[in-house]
């Protein structure tokens, strides 16, 4: 991303500092980023893993790490109170102390854990493993926070404009639901709006469809027009509009054709999508063909932040996440 939105987040973050877990402490993109925020002095990194193991990567990758927390599962000085509450929270599943020593030994779950007892305030995963293995602890420890139902994401997509400001624009839920219903498609409008405006967006949502305003008919119309109708009900103060075409959500000529007393006006910067299919393949075409940079998928609903990333990642966009990460605390 462009200093658009790091220069106002990094601002948050200086003022309010943070600290971050990092699941894979050896993992030489973790390092280099882990490197640039402790040289940045605003976002705190605590590396999960052998400290010798980490020094040696470190050193081999020619990345200073002096000053990072380093917190070794197999070396915990508070394991015995970790595991308590562990078993704790995993009661209703009958979990033993055993059984939380065997778990706590994976990084992903050790992580989420030093988030839960308030050590770390955020935490970004998944450079090795995958998005499950990252949502799973978090859905287990964390859990959604009071008013959310579920767990959802949205992309935030930058792109420079020509005014010189950046274009930014928010899309949901490209990565976690995968057919949500009327109901969660509201909660989801709602977390992403709140997710916007954290980048200085200030949200105009469209719900899309293959439909603008009943042109045309179907199971999927119907349930985008409700859940639009729900949302507006609901969130009064946001500009809601659905359901929508794309190019009716985008483009002010269109809206004036198709839906001349639409809210948005087709300037819509909020997207809403029916289903994971349509919203994943969205994001992507934005990425690729709009030449957007995308910053996701941001999971939202949990009562910590708690972020994955993609296998491919490079150590730029760990940074990136990380501070997107640290903002959302």
Request: hydrophobic fraction near 40%.
């Amino acid at each position: 991303m462009s200093d658009y939105g790091f220069g106002q987040l990094i601002e948050m973050l200086r003022k309010n500092p943070k600290k971050i877990v990092f699941t894979e402490g050896t993992d030489p993109r973790i390092l280099e980023a882990a490197s640039r925020l402790l040289a940045g002095t605003f976002l705190s990194p605590i590396l999960v893993g052998n400290p010798d193991e980490i020094a040696k990567a470190a050193e081999e990758s020619a990345f200073n790490i002096r000053g990072a927390e380093i917190i070794d599962p197999a070396n915990f000085d508070r394991i015995d109170e970790m595991v308590d509450l562990f078993c704790e929270l995993r009661k209703k599943k009958g979990v033993t102390p055993e059984q939380a020593r065997e778990t706590l030994k994976a990084a992903n779950y050790f992580g989420t854990m030093l988030v839960k007892m308030g050590i770390g305030d955020a935490l970004l995963g998944g450079a090795t493993y995958s998005t499950a293995d990252t949502v799973r602890p978090a859905l287990q420890l964390i859990k959604t926070k009071p008013g959310s139902s579920i767990v959802s994401s949205v992309f935030i997509l930058v792109r420079p404009g020509a005014s010189g400001e950046n274009e930014v624009l928010a899309m949901g839920d490209c990565a976690i639901n995968i057919k949500p219903t009327e109901d969660e498609l509201v909660e989801i409008c709602y977390e992403a709006a709140n997710c916007a405006k954290i980048f200085g967006v200030d949200p105009r949502i469209a719900f899309l469809s293959y439909s603008t305003w009943g042109s045309g008919s179907g199971e999927d119309v119907d349930k985008m027009h409700n859940a639009a109708k729900k949302a507006q009900e609901k969130y009064p103060d946001l500009i809601i509009d659905g359901e929508l075409q794309f190019d009716a959500a985008v483009s002010p000529r269109v809206a004036k054709q198709k839906c001349p007393e639409s809210t948005t006006q087709g300037r819509a910067n909020t997207f809403i999508f029916p289903d994971i299919n349509a919203g994943n393949i969205g994001y992507k075409i934005a990425q690729r063909l709009g030449r957007f940079d995308a910053y996701g998928p941001i999971l939202l609903g949990l009562n910590a932040p708690i972020n994955d990333l993609s296998r491919g990642c490079n150590a730029g966009e760990v940074y990136s996440m990380a501070i997107i990460t640290a903002a959302l605390a």
